[in-house]
């Protein structure tokens, strides 16, 4: 019995999905947590280890779905940030 791989870039592909999804769920739950976060795109680099594209990728995924807003000053926040009072 033969046993084929699958097609070339399909299960990199997979994985790279998969991964992508996860740092987008713990982006959120940071967030979640801790709804005072602003952070820049360096910080959250060095806070969730990743490369700067990657990284500035997923901040803007978030949004762009409403759940994150950018500052003037270029920090990341939850959109819903001040809306509850201090």
Sequence with gaps: MTIRAPASG???RARSEARHDAMLRRIRSEY???PGHAL???QA???WNLPHLECE???CELVD???L???ELGLFVRADAGRFGA
């Design 10 to 12: 399909a299960v990199p």
């Design 32 to 34: 979640r947590e801790m």
């Design 65 to 67: 779905a409403g759940f």
């Design 57 to 59: 990728r997923l901040l």
């Design 40 to 42: 820049s795109v360096g």
């Design 45 to 47: 680099e060095r806070m």
């Design 69 to 71: 807003s950018r500052t």
